[in-house]
């Protein structure tokens, strides 16, 4: 079953319109605004890898735009950067890492976004990469002044499960020097017989049994460590699990690499030195975040590991009484986004965080 994939039939009663903006490397990329009322507080949702703004919006169920929009948030915005499965970026040959994503996406996408808005409130939201990225460019503070962010699954302190280490040590030469692959796309199963997607689906599936959905095999084998890696079956509607591929698409090999560099170092570092403006260590800078973060992490995540709640210490460290943590009892990696109760289990509390740093919370409309 395919539904809504690239659309926005998830979100009824608001104005919806595409806001596309260039990055300083020459990328086109674009928001989505979701749009009932102005209001001093402006949420922006980021994605993770290899997902896109379709997570924010699926309409087999309460999605968190449309959450957002009903709990008092009336204008949301979303932003689909250079790892969005809506580009073909990601099924390219590249060389991107985060500090590309760091240095021109977020504070292109800022630019743009505040020249709709002006200098209301900006609270963010973001999922996996699109965390660690983030977190990147308000550390190393390419992104202006941001109320509050809400950062799942990861931040700037990087730990996974010891199968995940040793597929990001051996991973990125065997496909690009063995199996002869720039990219690995959860759609490998689709590919016509003895291709090689269909050979390196097959060979993934045969460690997987715990459903029939070969694109759930390949997503836990592209990014996890469990079966399945990145959720709790028993978290997703039928429908989002049979259509897992519309939401997490291909994503290129370079950014393995520099994941491979961050959880060597255990932390958000800077991938080379092509761009030297960007700080070697983005942890280090940490102290100097005044913006409050609420770390949300599942207690089954099996992508990565505890890093929310390492993170949380550590910056808490610094900035004693400014950052909260929610651990989420029966969840994983992706599905407190993307959950069937996911509205009912994890989006509280995010409201009840965006309340705590908004000027009226669910009065700020105007």
């Known amino acids: 079953m ?11 009663d608001a104005q919806v319109s595409q806001h596309p903006f260039a990055t300083e490397d020459g990328l086109g990329l674009e928001l989505h605004r979701f749009h009932r009322a102005d209001s001093d507080d402006v949420v922006l949702l980021l994605h993770g890898l290899p997902a896109s703004t379709d997570m924010f919006i699926m309409p087999e169920h309460r999605n968190l ?19 969005s499965n809506r580009f073909p970026y990601d ?20 630019r743009e976004l505040r020249r709709h808005i002006g200098n209301r409130r900006v609270h963010v939201i973001a999922q996996c990469l699109g965390s660690v990225s983030f977190m990147m460019s308000l550390a190393a503070g390419l992104v202006g ?13 990087t730990r996974v499960p010891p199968w995940s280490r040793l597929k990001l040590a051996l991973g990125p030469g065997f496909f690009d020097y063995v199996a002869g692959v ?52 028993e978290n997703l509607a039928p429908e989002t699990h049979a259509r897992v591929a519309d939401l ?15 959880v060597r170092a255990g932390h958000a570092v800077r991938h080379d030195d092509r761009f030297p403006a960007l700080p070697k260590d983005y942890l280090a800078l940490a102290e100097h975040i005044s913006t409050p973060v609420l770390f949300l992490t599942g207690d089954r995540n099996h992508v990565f590991r505890d890093s929310n709640i390492g993170c949380h210490e550590i910056m808490s460290q610094a900035r004693p009484g400014l950052h909260e943590l929610q651990v989420l009892p029966g969840y994983g990696h992706v599905d407190p986004i993307i ?18 740093h908004s000027d009226g919370g669910a009065d700020g409309a105007h």
């Open 91 to 110: 099924t390219e040959t590249h060389r991107f890492t985060l500090d590309d994503i760091a240095l021109f996406d977020h504070p292109a996408a800022l």
């Open 182 to 233: 720039s990219f690995l796309d959860s759609r490998f199963g689709d590919a016509p017989v003895m291709t090689r997607g269909w050979l390196i689906s097959r060979a993934v599936s045969l460690f997987h049994r715990e459903c029939d959905f070969r694109a759930c095999h390949m997503i836990s084998f592209m990014w996890g460590a469990g079966n399945p890696g990145l959720w709790s079956h």
């Open 65 to 83: 735009v449309s959450f957002l929009l009903d709990s008092g948030y009336p204008d949301v915005w979303s932003l689909d950067f250079r790892m």
């Open 248 to 262: 997490f698409g291909a994503n290129g090999l370079h950014y393995y690499r520099h994941m491979r560099r961050m």
């Open 339 to 356: 959950g069937k109760d996911a509205d009912r289990d994890v989006f509280p509390h995010i409201l009840e965080f965006l309340r705590k």
């Open 2 to 12: 395919r539904i809504a994939r690239f659309t926005t039939e998830g979100v009824r």
């Open 145 to 157: 002044e941001i109320t509050s962010v809400t950062s799942n699954s990861v931040a700037l302190v």
